[in-house]
Every structure is written in C-alpha cells, then in structure tokens.
C-alpha cells in the first residue's frame, strides 16, 4: 500500500505509516481508500489549514505549531500541550548540562596541564593522570545530539496535534462556537447590569442634589450633569477620547463590542477563513493560494475603501477602522 499511500490527495495527512481523515475530504475518499481506488478521487484544489508535512516540523519551524487557545477546553489540546511540556523539561535539563559540559571542556586543558605539571614534579609517582578532554568532548557530543532529538520528538508531537486539529476542527469549530455564544451572553447581561447599576446611582446622587440645592431656581442644577464622566475633560483624555459621550451610545458601543468578539474577524483572518466561516475555504498564509486570497481581500477593501473616500488608505490601521465602521457584524 506504500504506492498507493503515496498518491493520497494532498488533503490527507500522512504521518508516518498513520493516514489522517480531515474536515472536508473529496467525497468518496474513504472509500476509495478502502477499495484500493485512489485514482477514482480527485484531489482537492489547494492545501487547506492542517496539512502539515512532517518535513516542516523541524526545530525552526515549530514555533507556528505551538500555540493553544488561551482559555483551552479541550482535554486532547491540552494532553499534548502537557507532551511538549515534558519534552522541554528534558531539553531544558540536557541544555543546562551542556552548559556545564561546555565550562568544564573550556577549563579543561589548564586543568589536565595542572595535573600533569604535578605528576612530573612528584617524581611521577602513581598513575599518569587521564586527560579529560576526549571524555568531555564526547559528552558534548551525546548531549548535542540528544538536544537535537528532543526538538524531533517536540515536532512528532506537534504533527500529532496539527492531525488531530484536522481531523476534528468541525467539532472544535462547534465548541468554540458555542462557548463564544455563551459567553456573550454573560458579556451582554453584565452590560445590562451595570446599565442598571448606573441608572440607580445618577437617580441616587440626583437625591443628593435636591437635598443640597431645593429650591434652587434654576431646576437643570437639580439633575446629575449628562453624559459618561459629566462630560468632564479629563476623565475622557484618559480614556483617549477627544469629546463628550453620550451614556446610550457607551451601552451600545459594548453591546456591539459583544457581537464583534463573538463572530468579528479582522480582514486577514477574513481572507483566510473566508465569508461563510467554513474551515474547508481556510488556506495557510504562507501558501501561494493563501497569500494570493490574502492580496486579492486587500485589494478589495482598498478599493471600496477609495470608492467611499475618493483616496486610498495611508495605512493598514486607517483601513482596519474604516472596515470596522462600514462592516456589519454577523449574529
């Protein structure tokens, strides 16, 4: 089967003598697989988020590989996060020997030079002393080369979980999906809250007031002045604002920060994702198909960009907040 293994479409991960379904294989693949038919699957068009060849997982490669999600919920994610972790515990320790190694092989031809001076002024008596640079030499040599298998066995975990990743990144999607759901929720509630909160204490301190100032003439000296802070300057340069904020548009502003960190992406993560969020229009960036869609939303956006300014952008932060106020965020 080694032929055939050879010929799997390139959407296929293949590690070692291990084959690897992925989200969004040509249909009938596993089939063919089964029967012994590659040539009856087309192979898909362009390599997709997940295929990793085993070649690129090599010691400066790895660091693309390493990162998990920050609040991790899944228990296989964090099993090899914990693989890895035990692989640099090691490394680290070989490492620190190799330092010392390295000391001790630097200082070693004086100290050898010592002991011998001292033999032959003793009149040679008992054995000749040993060099130790042979010894150390080969020592650094073991612990190079286990050094250098460590980043090797950090990389076969790293193709274990790019594999995993690919086989189930619909589940993932799913998962994290809904936990962005719930979590917006709660987001939304709090603002709700604190909306609350606010309202009960301006009516509060508006008690104050009237208790300070009745029968003031002038009844606009009995209310809480508007606006986030008073509209005070100083409070809002902190916050870098350049003028007065309204308390309604603050409550809106977080309710559709809620709604952008639920589903929002950045024009980037859109290229590669694509508009549907469907994993299987995903492409790695640093593919042709992947800097080619990456270019092609760029200019995209360049050009609507001039189309509503009359000019185009004079950076990519420029841009960015452009799109973010003329962009709906889905639901």
Known sequence: MSNDRDRLARGDLVIGAERYDHVGAPPGLVDALREDNLESVQPPEGPRIGEVPRELITHEQQARFLPSP?????????????????????????????????????????HDGDALSTWELTGRKGPKPEPTVPALERRAQELSRAIAGMDRRRGEVLAEKAAFV??????????????????????EQAVAAAERARSELEAVRQSGLWAHLYPVEEQHLLEVPRGIAGNQREPLVKAGLNGP???????????????????????????????????????????????????????????????????????????????????????
């Open 166 to 187: 690919e086989r189930r990144r619909g589940r993932l999607i799913k998962d994290a999906e809904k936990a962005a759901a719930a979590a917006r929720t709660a987001y």
């Open 70 to 110: 920050r609040r991790n919920p899944w228990k296989e994610i964090q099993r090899f996060a914990d693989r890895i972790a035990e692989v640099d515990a090691h490394q680290q320790k070989l490492a620190a020997e190799s330092a010392r190694i390295a000391e001790e092989l630097r200082m070693a031809p004086a």
């Open 245 to 331: 904020v309204e308390v309604g548009r603050l409550w809106q502003l977080l309710r559709d920060d809620a709604a952008f960190l639920e589903r929002g992406l950045s024009a980037e993560q859109r290229a590669l994702i694509g508009p549907d969020d469907d994993p299987r229009r995903a492409t790695w960036v640093e593919t042709p198909e992947g800097r080619r869609r990456a270019r092609e939303e760029l200019d995209r956006q360049i050009a609507a960009f001039r189309a509503d300014i009359g000019r185009d952008p004079r950076s990519r932060e420029e841009l960015e907040v452009w799109r973010g106020e003329h962009q709906l965020v889905p639901r």
